[in-house]
T-cell receptor
């Protein structure tokens, strides 16, 4: 158990809908990362927050947004969902955002868009 | 752009065999960090090791060992006397240097699916 929690574990929804994925980092970690894992794209970095501020951005679609709250939990919002958004979404956390830190991953949220 | 290549998509061996997973990376940075993660069938990514670009010493942890060679931009992972519980997808990753303090981005390889047969 990495100490990172994600809810829900599974989410099934329809195209055009909007969903919110939630992540709580390990105790003491200030940085949160979001990744998408799909069969065709592999593991892709989406976005990073450090102590409430956005610090790094990957290939995150405009339909997707995220935020980190004062209690350091984070939410990833996915809107106008398409079939291709079906994937496993991981949250990870690290002590701070420096490049040498290992990231600890949560169990993931499996999103299925029908 | 930084890139990580794991050319072996799938490897299947019999228990107790040694197996090496290859990882080749590309970066223009002089300071960088390499990682290996394991993704067992349960799905969660488990951190295995971190190596920085200034430390080329090989590392051994039980049956696991890592060989880092800057000259060939490789960071290979060997499992000695493999066991069925080693069956998983293994990912190599590179920490991309970002110019903003506190910013980190991991670039992952495509992963190698390792199956250990009894």
């Amino acid at each position: 158990d990495s100490g990172v929690t994600q809810t829900p574990k599974h989410l099934i929804t329809a195209t055009g809908q909007r969903v919110t994925l939630r992540c709580s980092p390990r105790s003491g970690d200030l940085s949160v990362y979001w990744y998408q894992q799909s069969l065709d794209q592999g593991l892709q970095f989406l976005i990073q927050y450090y102590n409430g501020e956005e610090r790094a951005k990957g290939n995150i679609l405009e339909r997707f947004s995220a935020q980190q709250f004062p209690d350091l939990h984070s939410e990833l919002n996915l809107s106008s969902l398409e079939l291709g958004d079906s994937a496993l979404y991981f949250c990870a956390s690290s002590v701070d955002g420096e490049g040498y830190n290992e990231q600890f991953f949560g169990p993931g949220t499996r999103l299925t868009v029908l | 752009a930084q890139k990580v290549t794991q050319a072996q998509t799938e490897i299947s061996v019999v228990e107790k065999e040694d197996v090496t997973l290859d990882c080749v990376y590309e970066t223009r940075d002089t300071t960088y960090y390499l990682f290996w993660y394991k993704q067992p069938p349960s799905g969660e990514l488990v951190f295995l090791i971190r190596r920085n670009s200034f430390d080329e010493q090989n590392e051994i942890s039980g049956r696991y060992s890592w060989n880092f060679q800057k000259s060939t931009s490789s960071f290979n992972f060997t499992i000695t006397a493999s066991q069925v519980v080693d069956s998983a997808v293994y990912f190599c990753a590179l920490s991309e240097a970002l110019r903003i303090q506190g910013a980190q981005k991991l670039v992952f390889g495509q992963g190698t699916r390792l199956t250990i047969n009894p």
